[in-house]
């Protein structure tokens, strides 16, 4: 391990101008997994009654911190996600180091495992640099940390450039090497793994019982709260990616079979290929798109319940005290989203990279460039469709169950609303697509064709 470590640091050292723009955004992620775990972890420590200068006494009770705590937490998903991307998209510009490697007795494990340690003095990087920054900004909003609170910011900056050099290990454990460089591939599968499908028959069994027990029970009875509709949110999610990856190859053959243009022939032989790789892209933007679907329906509910229980004079505390953490509810899917769509951008330029042979000898076949192009957008476009209308649907349906649950205290508007946000996502998709564009200009170049 040491050796393999002294390797990835000379390696790093050593990266040409190409790979800086992937060192600097894997810094940005681990600064900003630092940043939220330090944001939490300081939360944590805080034991009972303690009032905060910041967010209008949300962060004032054990209670309230824990639910904050608990969003902190998801939003780290993304960013981690986001790491294994980077990690990706970085193995399979490093041909030639890595090819080096391979010819001088180096395994392709070993390799992987060199390319994945490439990610930690990133890491280290962005993690030194947000607790540096995380450190004086406490004592000015805490005036008094406790040992707690400085042994958790400690630990989080050790532990975050570790956790960024697994998740990069993580992402690059499909990854299939040849000594003289010719193979650079992540293998395909063609279905969905066994941990996703028991995951989706879990969670429709959990939300079964929730619901069936108190017709069978005098004393279960049926009280939807943050559980049931974490569970169902899950559930809608695991059904869009389902929908995405088994109909991408029933979408590709037919087009394949009945289009005449260029760009859908190449695009739907791609679906056919591996019809399970958009749904992999695609998962966390579906559960994005469920959220902030169902997150924009309870919204204008809640306000609107909010607004009458104020002119009633039945609202137990500040109104800025619901609307901040409405607010920072909106801020962290926002945010989420943000990285989402950067996580596609670099996944998008990732398969360019990967394909870039296949494509340079389509160009020399006389493809020209604009069909390469569409065919790239189409890529995207084509199961990615259905699937965000599924999500868009099931976020509606979040949304009218919660202005159901009001009609005890208000006239609860329908959230027609949610229904702009999967077209906002789908659009941000495709611009997100075509920032890889420009990569593909150099991906078709006559000199990739030296080893085919």
Known sequence: MRTDLRLAWLLTRGSDRREWWRI?????????????ALAAVS????????????????????????????????????????????????????????????????SPRQVRRIAAL?????????????????????????????????AGIALVAAAVPVLGAAVSALALRRV?????????????TRGP??????????????????????????????????????????LISCTAVWLSGSSSRQL?????????????LIAAERLCEDPW???????????????????????????TELHAMRREGRLGTDMAYYTTGIDLTAAAILVALALILTGLAVGTAESLATRRRGLAAQSAAGVP????????????????APAVAVAGIGGLGIGAWYASLSTDYIVAPVPYGTLLVPFAVYACCLLAAATSLPLLRRSVRPAELRYA
């Not at 299939?176 to 395909?188: D, E, I, K, M, T």
């Not at 069936?212 to 004393?219: G, I, K, Q, R």
């Not at 460039?369 to 990615?384: K, Q």
């Open 24 to 36: 600097g955004l894997t810094a940005v992620g681990a600064a900003m997994a630092t940043g939220i």
């Open 369 to 384: 460039h604009g069909v390469l192009a569409r065919a790239l957008l189409l890529e995207t476009a084509l199961p990615l």
């Open 43 to 106: 939360l944590a420590s805080l034991d009972g009654y303690y009032s905060v200068s910041v967010g209008s006494g949300l962060l004032d009770s054990d209670s309230d911190r824990r639910g904050v705590i608990f969003a902190l937490g998801l939003l780290l998903i993304p960013v981690l996600g986001f790491l294994g991307q980077c990690a990706r998209i970085g193995a399979v510009h490093r041909d030639r180091r890595l090819a080096a490697l391979r010819l001088a007795g180096a």
């Open 118 to 150: 490439e990610s930690g003095p990133a890491c280290l990087a962005g993690s030194a640099v947000a607790t540096a920054a995380f450190v004086p900004l406490l004592p000015a909003l805490w005036s008094r940390p406790t040992a707690p609170a400085w």
């Open 193 to 234: 793994g066994r941990l996703f499908k028991s995951a989706t028959w879990l969670l429709a069994a959990t939300l079964l019982f929730i619901v069936v027990a108190p017709l069978f029970s005098d004393s279960f009875t049926f009280t939807p709260g943050p559980p049931t509709l974490i569970v169902l949110t899950l």
């Open 176 to 188: 299939v090497a040849s000594p003289l460089g010719w193979v650079r591939r992540v293998r395909a």
């Open 252 to 264: 590709g053959a037919g087009l394949a079979a009945r289009t005449r243009r260029p760009a859908v």
């Open 277 to 303: 790789a958009a749904a992999r892209t695609h998962a966390a933007v579906l559960l994005v798109t469920v959220v902030g679907s169902g997150f924009v329906g309870v919204r204008q509910v809640l306000l």
